[in-house]
C-alpha cells in the first residue's frame, strides 16, 4: 500500500537550521581568519596579538544572543515598529553628522561610553523593513508610478542624504540597489525600475564628478598602474595576496600581505588574506557558505505565504548578497575600491550584530513557511 501523500503547512514550526547552522560555520570561520589576519597588526599596534579577537568575540557572543532571541519573536512585530525604527535610525544618522567620531575625513561613527558603533549599519536593515511594510500596504498601487514608486523613493532619499553627507557614497549605492531589488519583489513595473536605474546612474555620476575624491578613486580604477604606491595600492596589494595565495593557499597564518603591506587586512580586505592563506579552495568554499546561505533565504522567502514576511525574508537575504558581492567585487578588483565589510567575516562589532540580527528575523520567518508532511501531520510541530 503507498503511503499518505505528502502535504504543506504553514503553521509554526522550527525554524530553518541548515540557514542558522552555515551562518554560524561563517562567523566562526571569520573568526578564525580574523585572528590569522590581525595578529601581526595587534602585536605591533596594542602589544596584543588577540586584541582584534578578544574585542570581536564580544560582538559575536551579543549577535548570537540577538539571533536566538530575535527567532523567537514573530516577524509581524516587525511591521508595527517600522515607522518608529525607521524615525530612530534618521535621528541617529542626524546625530552622527553633529556628534559622530571622524576618522580618515568621514563622521560615521558614534562613541559612547568606549563604546563605538556606525550607525549606517542599521540603515540597511531599516530601509527593508519599512520599504516591506509599505509595498505590503500598497500592494494593489505598486504597478502605479506615482501611488506605489513614489513612496518608496521618499523612504530611501532621506536615509541616502544623511549618509552621503557622512560621506558613504559606496553605501547609497547598495542602499539604491536594495530599493530596486526590493521594488521588483513589490511587483512594480520593469518599465519604472528602468527610468530609476537612469535617473540614478545620472544622479551617481554628477555625485562623482563634483567630488573629486570621488573622480580620482574612479579614474585610478580605470588605470591601476597610473599610481601603483597612492590611490591603488590597497587594491594592487590585495590582488597580490590573492596571487600569492594559488589553488591551495600559503597555509594558515602565513600570509605575507598581512605583515603591515595590505591596509585593512583584518577589515575590508580580509578576503585577501584568506586568499593568500586558504588559496582558491578557501575562497571557494566560503563563497559556497554564502550562496547556500542566499539560497536559503530566497527558500524561506517563496514558502512564505504572508506577503510582508516575504518581502521581508527577500530584502533581508538580499542585503547579504549585495554585501559580499560587493565586498568580493573590490578585494579582486571587479569594481572600484569602497568600504564594504564582508559579512560575519570581517572585524566590525556594529556589522557582525545587526547581520546576526537580521538572520535571527529571517529564522523567524522560516517558523511560519510551509513544510513538507506526511499523512496530514506536521513532521516535529512546534505549536
Excluded at 574585542?55 to 551579543?62: C, R
Excluded at 552622527?96 to 556606525?118: D, P, Y
Excluded at 580605470?222 to 591603488?232: K, Q, R, V
Excluded at 522560516?366 to 513544510?371: A, F, H, I, L, N
Aim: proline share 3%; aromatic share 14%.
Amino acid at each position: 500500500m503507498e503511503n499518505a501523500a505528502k502535504k504543506t503547512i504553514a503553521n509554526k514550526h522550527h525554524f530553518d537550521f541548515p540557514l542558522f547552522a552555515v551562518i554560524l560555520i561563517i562567523c566562526v570561520f571569520g573568526l578564525v581568519m580574523l585572528f590569522s589576519a590581525s595578529y601581526y597588526y595587534g602585536q605591533v599596534k596594542y602589544n596584543s596579538g588577540t586584541y582584534f579577537l578578544r574585542k570581536q568575540l564580544i560582538f559575536f557572543g551579543a549577535g548570537l544572543a540577538l539571533m536566538l532571541g530575535l527567532s523567537h519573536f514573530k516577524f509581524t512585530i516587525w511591521k508595527k515598529v517600522a515607522p518608529f525604527g525607521y524615525a530612530a535610525v534618521l535621528l541617529i544618522l542626524a546625530a552622527t553628522l553633529i556628534f559622530g567620531v571622524e576618522l580618515n575625513g568621514a563622521k560615521r561613527w558614534i562613541n559612547i561610553a568606549g563604546f563605538q558603533f556606525q550607525p549606517s549599519e542599521f540603515a540597511k536593515f531599516a530601509l527593508v523593513i519599512v520599504l516591506s511594510s509599505v509595498m505590503c500596504s500598497k500592494r494593489v498601487y505598486m504597478q502605479s508610478f506615482m501611488l506605489g514608486i513614489v513612496p518608496c523613493i521618499g523612504v530611501l532619499v532621506p536615509l541616502a542624504i544623511l549618509i552621503i553627507l557622512q560621506p558613504n557614497f559606496s553605501l547609497v549605492i547598495i542602499l539604491c540597489l536594495i530599493t530596486y531589488i526590493m521594488m521588483y519583489l513589490g511587483g512594480s513595473r520593469l518599465s519604472h525600475r528602468f527610468f530609476l536605474v537612469v535617473v540614478g546612474v545620472i544622479a551617481g555620476l554628477l555625485v562623482i564628478i563634483f567630488e573629486g575624491y570621488r573622480l580620482q578613486r574612479l579614474t585610478s580604477y580605470l588605470n591601476p598602474s597610473a599610481d601603483p604606491t597612492g590611490a591603488n595600492y590597497q587594491t594592487l596589494q590585495s590582488c597580490i595576496a590573492l596571487g600569492n595565495g594559488g589553488f591551495f593557499g600559503q597555509g594558515l597564518n602565513y600570509s605575507k600581505q598581512k605583515l603591515l603591506f595590505l591596509p585593512e587586512r583584518e577589515n575590508d580586505y580580509i578576503f585577501a588574506i584568506i586568499g593568500e592563506e586558504l588559496g582558491f579552495v578557501g575562497c571557494f568554499l566560503l563563497l559556497a557558505a554564502y550562496f547556500f546561505a542566499i539560497y536559503r533565504g530566497i527558500l524561506i522567502a517563496m514558502r512564505c505565504h504572508d506577503r510582508f514576511g516575504r518581502l521581508l525574508a527577500g530584502g533581508i537575504t538580499s542585503v547579504l548578497a549585495v554585501q559580499v558581492l560587493i565586498n568580493i567585487g573590490v578585494v579582486t578588483r571587479a569594481i572600484p575600491s569602497t568600504g564594504q565589510t564582508l559579512p560575519f567575516v570581517s572585524y566590525g562589532g556594529t556589522s557582525l550584530m545587526v547581520f546576526m540580527a537580521a538572520m535571527g528575523i529571517l529564522l523567524n520567518i522560516s517558523r511560519y513557511t510551509e513544510v513538507d508532511t506526511e499523512d496530514g501531520e506536521p513532521k516535529k510541530a512546534d505549536e
